[in-house]
Structures are given as C-alpha cells and as structure tokens.
C-alpha cells in the first residue's frame, strides 16, 4: 500500500479489517495512531510499560474480532472506541490484582456524590448487567445518554447525534437531570443503591 500507515483515515482501516486477508498496515495503523495515548492512560493508572503493551496487544485484538464481526457501528472514531477498551481492559486487569483504582480526575466535574462512581465504570459483564438494568428505571434517553458517555466514553457532541436536542448545552441539562433522578432513585431504594455501587467496587 503506497499510503502511509498513519495516514489511514478511520473508515480506510475499518474496510481493510474487514477483508478476509487483511493488510497489515490497518494494524500498523492502530499502533501509530494508538499506542502512545492509550499506553499513557495504563502508565498514570498504576500500569508498568509492558502492562501497556499487553493490554494494548488485547485491545487490538478484540477490536479485530469486533469488526470483522460486523459490530463497530462507528458512531464513535476508533481512537475513542480503542481508548474505552484500554480503559476498562485495564481496570478489569487492576481488580483481579485487588489492587485500588486511582481516582481519575479527568473524568470527574464534582456534580454529586455517584458521579465519580459512575465514571469508574468496569467492563465485567455480571456487574455492567447491575449497572444497566439500573439505569434501565431511568428511561430509554437517560439510558442512552449514560451508557454513551460513561461506557462507550463519548463526547457530548457525538452524543448529540445520538439523541434529539438542539445543542450540547441542552443535552448537559438532561445528563445533570438524568444524574440527579439517580440519586434520588437511590434515596428510595437503599439496597438498590448498595447493589449498583458494589457493582462499581474495585477491592
């Protein structure tokens, strides 16, 4: 392929893993654009540097079997998809070592106490069940909105076109109402809020 490999746009890597003999610059391609940021995330969380290199070998992988399997829907840009992977490959590595989470204040605007919890999302399929049937007593727009942005790692402008409002501003609004009608669906139910926090417990 006479393209470099860091020049391959999204779509141009997504059409070469799809083929059945694909080339090996779309891999190329992962690792040029990928590695440094997503390698970073691991090393300020705890990780050594070849943590990062297995996890991001994981990553990879799975995003492989992904689209080849059909299922990248590209609603998100790869970078975001592969970064949403690494994350939660990584605190599924941290909570089998028992080890603690440092808290990441990136993700954090101090809107409550569940917040930061919710933003500690951990890709286990048993918990992420907890977490979305939860979320499910919400509605179907706050349920969109919550799993974009905390476990698919979206930003308010592609969640934008994801749901019907006029403009990032409004969508904030309805995030901030859909993460105050969880703290108060919590306040009636004590145990269902013990249960989706234990879900979100990395000890």
Do not use: H
């Amino acid at each position: 392929m006479s393209k470099s490999s860091s020049k391959l746009t999204d779509a141009e890597i997504i059409d070469l893993l799809s083929k059945q003999n694909f080339d090996n610059e779309a891999v190329k391609a992962l690792y040029l654009n990928n590695f440094t940021v997503l390698s970073g995330y691991i090393l300020q969380n705890q990780g050594s540097e070849q943590d990062a290199e297995d996890i991001f070998q994981e990553v990879i992988v799975r995003f492989i079997e992904i689209v080849r399997a059909g299922k990248f829907r590209g609603e998100s840009s790869i970078r975001t998809f592969l970064f949403s992977l690494n994350r939660f490959s990584w605190l599924n590595e941290l909570r089998k070592r028992n080890k603690s989470l440092l808290r990441e204040n990136s993700y954090q605007t101090g809107m409550g106490e569940i917040e930061p919890d919710v933003s500690r999302f951990i890709i286990n399929r048993e918990d992420k069940a907890i977490i979305t049937n939860t979320i499910d007593l919400l509605g179907a727009v706050c349920k969109k909105i919550l799993l974009a942005y905390y476990y698919e790692n979206l930003t308010m402008k592609e969640i934008l076109k994801l749901v019907e409002f006029e403009s990032e501003q409004a969508l904030r609004n309805k995030k901030y109402k859909c993460m105050k009608s969880l703290e108060q669906l919590f306040a009636k139910d004590p145990s269902l809020a013990k249960k989706f926090k234990a879900a979100l417990t990395y000890e």
